[in-house]
């Protein structure tokens, strides 16, 4: 499984479908970020052959989501393990026997095995958004329900917004992986992204990884945003 940093590290989310600016972002940042994210739509773009050029760079966060019946997920595990993947994502809404399918599965794979994280709440979702899911009580009271199961389960760590951190951390301890999206630099937008903070707000609150997509790979000098957060991540 990939070390924890011993600062909160960086992922950058590669979010696009072509293979070719991947790999320049994948060139571009490796040098400022401990693991490159690709997602739903890198993979659905290219399938899974293209990520070992990507991997060639960084480790690499394999960010699916799966949330499906447990023996789906755990096949879909399996599958995703050939990859070789630092991380993985399922779920947690799928429940426990989903979980602990999908770590059953990774398991499969060894040592070397990706840590299986556990979605809880995404961080583009607002209180208003959770409700009218039928979810009442609102996002932090979710998320902490989602992962006490998840974790309870077997998850190796969970995916939250920076505003969960503290309270898991209260809740948990300093033991599961923490890798926090929903990051936004000072001044930056934020998109569709509800739940947010700063990179220094989110190491601070005790992020073991910051998940950040546009703020570098939309800046007009990808590799130049990623350094300065890293910098400013150091201080
Ligand atoms: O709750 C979640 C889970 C995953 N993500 C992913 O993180 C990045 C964030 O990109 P930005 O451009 O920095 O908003 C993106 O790949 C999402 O799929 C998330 O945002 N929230």
């Not at 990051?183 to 910051?210: K, V």
């Amino acid at each position: 499984m990939i070390p924890r940093p011993p600062h909160a590290g960086i992922i950058a989310a590669l979010d696009t479908g072509s293979p070719q600016r991947a790999e320049a972002l994948a060139e571009a940042l490796a040098p400022h970020v401990g693991c490159l994210k690709l997602g739903l739509e890198y993979f659905v773009a290219n399938g899974p052959a293209a990520i070992a050029r990507i991997a060639a760079r960084a480790p690499i966060f394999l960010d699916l989501k799966f949330h499906d019946i447990p023996n789906t997920v755990a096949g879909a595990v399996r599958s995703a393990c050939a990859l070789r993947p630092a991380m993985l994502t399922i779920h947690a809404a799928g429940g426990p026997a989903m979980v602990e399918a999908a770590r059953r599965a990774a398991e499969e794979a060894g040592p070397d095995r990706p840590a299986i994280l556990a979605v809880t709440v995404l961080t583009s979702t607002d209180a208003a958004t959770l409700a009218s899911t039928g979810i009442s009580g609102g996002p932090a009271q979710q998320v902490l329900r989602l992962a006490r199961l998840a974790l309870d389960a077997g998850a190796d760590g969970l995916v939250c917004s920076p505003r969960e951190v503290p309270m898991i951390r209260a809740a948990h301890g300093a033991g599961p992986l923490l890798v926090v999206p929903g990051i936004r630099p000072a001044g930056s937008a934020a998109d569709d992204q509800s739940r947010i903070a700063t990179p220094e707000e989110t190491a601070d609150a005790g992020a073991d990884w910051l998940v950040i997509g546009r703020p570098i790979t939309a800046a007009p000098d990808p590799a130049a945003a990623a350094a300065a957060i890293a910098g400013s991540l150091r201080r």
